[in-house]
């Protein structure tokens, strides 16, 4: 076969006519940058235990490699290196501790992949339109996960995320358009509902805005505070509560405008937000925009929690 090797590297893979399974020999310890690119007739290719790495595109654009055989030994799979292949399975083993660049993008028939705990990584698009993906599960050792990292995967409907420390960048997962829900550490939070409170336009920034935790996201305003006071509310996220607790006044001032009791009972019931000291003003804001159950819910709030009040003395005829 057309094998190139040199001091355990396989350095390039000549593609002969009619051959679509290959068996890489023993005693190769390194796929080198390269070696198989494009070639586009290989179905199966077996990688021998003792190799250690994949490298940099490797396998990119063998637009018909369904089955690759990956043993334990591997420790790196270089960027790219799988990118645009028919993979149906990949064995990300335990002794890598990142998974690289585009490593497994645009690999169509991949529809499940297991990530272990020796991973602190996810680069820069990796499962980018894996189409046939359609859950993951992030463990408790990742760290990040890149830009784009899942972008693109139509058929994901489940992400869980073990890890409370996790970096997530900009779009990791957008147009991911059947995306269900994201399950932080046990906790369930629905992008269905997301999806229906903001609508296709801002969805994506406003998704930005949840797994990043960076709530100074500049989103629509009349979805913002309801949108993170969901996430709050699904997932206890302590960054996502001090942020609502800084700008109550804004919060309060669209559920007064809007008379929404429903969501000031939620407020009420899952939060300390109404004080003492900014109670009052709430009242008197509802007064004057004339919402009576708004201001009734208030009045009565205060007089339980911070004594009596005849909320008569404040009406303004």
């Not at 796929?31 to 790495?53: K, R």
């Not at 189409?131 to 869980?160: D, N, Q, Y």
């Amino acid at each position: 076969m057309g094998f190139h090797i040199k001091d355990g590297v396989l350095e390039k893979y000549t593609e002969e006519p009619g051959v679509t399974e290959v068996i890489i020999p023993d005693g190769v310890t390194k796929i080198g940058n390269d070696a198989f690119m494009e070639c586009s007739g290989l179905t199966s290719v077996t990688i021998p235990d003792g190799v250690t790495e994949i490298g940099d595109r490797a396998f990119y654009w063998c637009r018909r490699l369904t089955s690759v055989t990956i043993p334990d030994s591997v420790a790196k799979i270089g960027l790219s290196a799988f990118e645009n292949c028919e993979i149906k399975s990949a064995n990300i083993t335990d002794k890598m501790t990142s998974i690289e660049e585009s490593a497994f993008s645009s690999c169509w028939g991949l529809k499940s992949v297991t990530i272990p705990a020796s991973i602190t990584k996810i680069e820069y698009a990796a499962f980018k339109n894996c189409i046939g993906l359609k859950s993951i599960t992030i463990p408790a050792s990742i760290m990040e996960i890149g830009e784009a990292a899942f972008s693109g995967c139509i058929s994901l409907t489940s992400v869980k995320i073990l890890s409370s420390n996790v970096s997530i960048k900009e779009d990791a997962f957008s147009e991911c358009g059947k995306l269900r829900e994201i399950i932080f550490n046990g906790k369930k939070y629905s992008v269905s509902e997301l999806r229906k409170k903001t609508g296709a336009y801002y969805f994506n920034n406003a998704l930005n805005m949840i797994l990043q935790n960076n709530f100074s996201k500049k989103i629509a305003p009349e979805y913002k505070f309801i949108v993170i006071f969901d996430y709050y509310c699904a997932t206890e996220n302590e960054e996502a509560y001090a942020f609502l607790k800084r700008n109550i006044a804004k919060f309060m001032d669209q559920i007064i405008e809007k008379g929404d009791t429903k969501l000031l009972g939620k407020i009420i019931e899952k939060t300390d937000f109404l004080t003492k000291k900014n109670i009052d003003k709430f009242i008197e804001q509802s007064i004057d925009a004339k919402q009576h159950e708004i201001q009734l819910l208030l009045t009565n709030y205060k007089n339980e929690h911070f004594g009596f009040d005849d909320p008569l003395k404040k009406l303004k005829i």
